[in-house]
């Protein structure tokens, strides 16, 4: 078996590390004597010419450091506050700059000439997400012949959005560089091809082939999964549940998302406060646990979305609190995963509303958690991707709070039966369509495109 080479953002580090991409990948690295490469997440004034290698994982793993102008430029910069800003529909929140897209190619270029000497003849590469768009354009520039795939795990952008950015042809021109192009779903890929038709030059071909700026190669779509089977055991021996149920005594509604603009967290607070506007009954019967760790802090959306949830959450508990009761409990640090799982299966309610979502594995994770002879109802956002396979949730518009708090409603009110025969349907899904099963079908898919 050829060696699998896998090049992401992030290194995961440490002994053990967790978490869904590191088990999906973990066995077809281990296999094929595998190597993952990375940022270190240190930003030194003078960042080694090398990459260094980590002990300690069955596969290799080694990581670079990036100046801190560097980390600023590329990764605060051009993807976050110029990519993920489009890729989710959000033009406004943009900060253009020319120093960020003139950081983002030296930083791409960059781990090309880190990464192109540690490549073997026949490895396999696998590119992960919208911070390395370049990186196929730059190793072949560095002789580096080798199948290569690209998998996006946020949305594609449609014209509108693709059309704002500094050089929209030049992302094409990226991305024709790659052998295999995945996308979370099929909206992603229709976005995908249309966006290149309109801005670049693509010629549908036979099956998922493609001509993409005069070069062949494929697309198609992989939606991710999750560690399922782990986390239906974590979820399942979880510690506290009774106690925690003990000392609220109303039923819990979650909400588990990193705290960023496109999860849509003001917009459900404002639903739930009309819920509590509308249907007195609720009082005291329901309490919002919203947990959303922060992120990209340094970013100034990240500072004015943070600003406005907790000043939300403030009004609504200041409106409707009672002496034994908080509405809404907001947590802004990450939970331990066991105590999440816990937390889920303890939940009536699953709230994913986000505006705009790659496919958003908390829906699956909160389903994967529930007790199949008393589960709780997920509310999903048509927004996420996971809506195009999770059609049994509740399935809502997260711009309407009226819709929303209706769903609310409905899930507080949902018999039983009903609400078994909506989890089986999407428990199914979420164990046949794991992160195991993901990845081997991405990498059959990059066996076959080279
Ligand atoms: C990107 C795409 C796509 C959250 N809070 C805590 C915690 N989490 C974990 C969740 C879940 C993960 O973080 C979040 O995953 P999502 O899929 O919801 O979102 P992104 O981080 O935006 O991920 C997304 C994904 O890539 C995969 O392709 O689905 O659309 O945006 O696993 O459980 N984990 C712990 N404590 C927390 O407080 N331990």
Redesign the pocket.
Known sequence: MSRLVVISNRLPLGDNPS???VVALQDSLRNSGGLWIGFSGETPSEPADSLEYHPGAEYQRASFDLTPADHEAYYLGYSNSVLWPLCHGRADLTDIDPDYGEGYRRVNARIAALVAPHIRPDDRIWVHDYQLFPLAAELRARGIGNPIGHFL??PFPGPENCAVMPDPHELFEWLSQYDLLGF?THRDLANFTESARQLAELIPLEGNRIRLCGRELRRDVFP?G?DTASFIEEARTAQDVDRMRSLTGAQMMIG???L?Y?KGIPQRFRAFQLLLENHVEFHEKISFLQ???PTREEVEAYQDIREETEHLAGRINGQFATVNWTPIRFIH?????NV?AGLYRQARIGLVTPLA??????AK?YVAAQDVSDPGVLILSRF???AETMQDALVVNPHDPHEMAEAMAQAMHMTANERRQRHSVLLRDVVEHDVSWWSARYLDALAGAS
């Open positions: 978490g869904g991409l795990h946020i979370q991710i999750i588990v998302d990193r960023d496109s947990i959303a760790p640090r990450p939970l331990p995963r999440l979502d790659g496919m958003n594995l908390v994770e996420a991707g996971a």
